[in-house]
């Protein structure tokens, strides 16, 4: 079955240490987002990219960084200059790259708690 | 992105339509209107989407008003299983969907 996967479910790790977030894909789709979702709200665009090799920063980029080496694969890393990295994390994915005409799809996420 | 705006939550019982307003008075011409739903501790996961025409697929029906000024999710018969965080979202020119807090619905038997 076609779809998301984004591993761990949940992670903990200790204040100070960077984390990395994996996220594939096997849909063949060229854009891929990371959102961030804190209890009791929306969703907050981390970073997207549009084709392998390229990537935009989205609204709440500091304290992150990604990569985009395959087509397939979006790794987030939290690094220790976030300084409220505890959250929900979700990873999307769409055939297109303008947000109104196509779909997004979302992997399950992983909660991460940093203490 | 045009700012939309959802009651914080809603309820139906089991069995009965579900109308969820979605209200984009500064909408543009070009904005797409958009519903993602949440269900607990998930990703979200896609609705439907619009322009100008009423849209139906298995999921649901949206309902956009003729000045566009508004719109509604409709589900026709609720299911326990369709209690999540309902989103509507405007899209013109952007890359990604700006999320608000969307409506929560509870689905009592």
């Known amino acids: 079955d076609g779809g998301i996967t984004q591993s761990p479910k949940y992670l903990f790790r200790k204040e100070g240490q960077n984390v990395t977030l994996s996220c594939e894909q096997n849909l063949n789709h060229d854009a891929m987002y990371w959102y961030r979702q804190d209890p009791g709200q929306g969703l907050r665009l981390i970073y997207y990219s549009q084709i392998v090799n390229d990537f935009q920063k989205g609204d709440i980029a500091e304290g992150y960084s990604v990569s985009r080496e395959k087509k397939e694969s979006f790794p987030l890393t939290v690094t220790s200059a976030q300084k409220n990295p505890t959250a929900f994390y979700l990873c999307?994915?769409?055939?297109?790259?303008?947000?109104?005409?196509?779909?997004?799809?979302f992997g399950p996420g992983t909660r991460l708690t940093v203490t | 992105d045009a700012k939309t705006t959802q009651p914080n939550s809603m309820e139906s019982n089991e069995e009965e339509p579900v109308h969820l307003p979605c209200n984009h008075s500064t909408i543009s011409g070009t904005d797409y209107i958009h519903w993602y739903r949440q269900l607990p501790s998930q990703g979200p996961e896609y609705v439907i989407h619009g322009l100008t025409s009423n849209v139906n697929n298995r999921m649901a029906s949206l309902a956009i008003a003729e000045d566009r000024k508004s719109s509604t999710l409709i589900l026709h018969r609720a299911t326990l299983r369709d209690a999540a965080v309902y989103y509507c979202i405007l899209s013109n020119s952007g890359y990604a969907l700006n999320f608000g807090k969307g409506t929560s619905l509870l689905v009592t038997p």
């Open positions: 999307a994915s769409s055939t297109g790259t303008l947000a109104r005409s196509y779909e997004q799809y």
